[in-house]
């Protein structure tokens, strides 16, 4: 099952613990891990289910490519790791 970790910064301020979710896509393990998670979900995916602007997902070390559609692969062995994006000057 993929596990999703958080930024530890998020924990600062609601709980945010380790997740395994089901699912082959981004989008259907944020799905099935956030289903009961209706604040810590609403930090992540806006209202239509979009990874909101200021928010970044990992896959393995790497950036996922699809942010509208959260349709990156996963494997049971993935690590998701979720966290603010950075922006500013």
Do not use: C, K, W
Not at 16 to 42: N, Y
Not at 72 to 83: H, M, Q, S
């Amino acid at each position: 099952m993929p596990r999703i970790r958080f930024t530890s910064n998020l924990a600062r301020h609601l709980a945010a613990p380790e997740l395994t979710a089901e699912g082959g896509t981004v989008r259907e393990a944020l799905d099935d891990a956030l289903a009961d998670e209706a604040l810590l979900r609403s930090y992540v995916l806006d209202e239509q289910g979009r990874l909101r602007r200021h928010v970044t997902i990992f896959l393995d070390g790497a950036m996922i490519t699809d942010r509208r559609g959260l349709s990156d692969a996963v494997t049971r062995d993935t690590e998701i790791y979720v966290l603010q994006a950075l922006s500013g000057g």
